[in-house]
T-cell receptor, first 114, second 115 residues
Framework: AQSVTQLGSHVSVSEGALVLLRCNYS??????LFWYVQYPNQGLQLLLK??????LVKGINGFEAEFKKSETSFHLTKPSAHMSDAAEYFC????????????FGTGTQLKVEL | EAGVAQSPRYKIIEKRQSVAFWCNPI?????LYWYQQILGQGPKLLIQ????????DSQLPKDRFSAERLKGVDSTLKIQPAKLEDSAVYLC?????????????FGPGTRLTVT
């Protein structure tokens, strides 16, 4: 079975500071990994995905994530936080032949302060 | 392109009552998903349809939850009777297919409060 663990249910950064949201996965087969963002009272929006091509994945809004097999990690980063980045972020995993079924982490609430 | 539509956006009911949610996926998307998102948790897949057939309902509490996707387009999810622990946001998503890693597009969700 696949799973993801997101360390830190709440992360607070200053505007302009580095954003780092952590995700570790567990999978017995090569995984596909995703980061989604959820703004208040809205559905989830895909930020980026890893599908076994390049290990450094660039997404929307300046976010990127690096797949590290040795560390079973897929951390999300952004060099400079903006107030509009305040939202909840979810890491998710699936695998080839998994029928496109996603298993989500518990989420990290990002707060951006002036 | 229109996104995934859901209604109602909010619903408050008393326990033991019944409730239904509606979802209209993106046109042409063969696969439709219903997720339950309890406060403080990530979304959990309840049921997945491919066209009008169920491909996975292993996490659907079938004693009280039911879902259908007649004609392979829009879908309804029903809870009868509702329990307090059913309070959650119910998200509908759709994807073009269910092969590989087709992107899932999410609707805004229906927030259910059971009192």
């Amino acid at each position: 079975a696949q799973s993801v663990t997101q360390l830190g249910s709440h992360v607070s950064v200053s505007e302009g500071a580095l954003v780092l949201l952590r995700c570790n996965y567990s999978s017995s087969v090569p995984p596909y990994l995703f980061w989604y963002v959820q703004y208040p009272n809205q559905g989830l929006q895909l930020l980026l995905k890893y599908t076994s091509a390049a290990t450094l994945v660039k997404g929307i809004n300046g976010f990127e994530a690096e797949f590290k097999k040795s560390e079973t990690s897929f951390h999300l980063t952004k060099p400079s936080a903006h107030m509009s980045d305040a939202a909840e972020y979810f890491c998710a995993v699936t695998f080839t032949g998994g029928g496109n079924k996603l298993t989500f982490g518990t989420g990290t609430q990002l707060k951006v302060e002036l | 392109e229109a996104g995934v539509a859901q209604s109602p956006r909010y619903k408050i009911i008393e326990k033991r009552q019944s409730v239904a949610f509606w979802c209209n996926p993106i046109s042409g998307h063969a696969t439709l998903y219903w997720y339950q998102q309890i406060l403080g948790q990530g979304p959990k897949l309840l049921i997945q349809f491919q066209n009008n057939g169920v491909v996975d309902d292993s996490q659907l509490p079938k004693d009280r939850f039911s879902a259908e996707r007649l004609k392979g387009v829009d879908s309804t999810l029903k809870i009868q009777p509702a329990k307090l622990e059913d309070s959650a946001v119910y998200l509908c998503a759709s994807s073009l297919q269910r092969t590989g890693v087709d992107e899932q597009y999410f609707g805004p969700g229906t927030r259910l409060t059971v009192t």
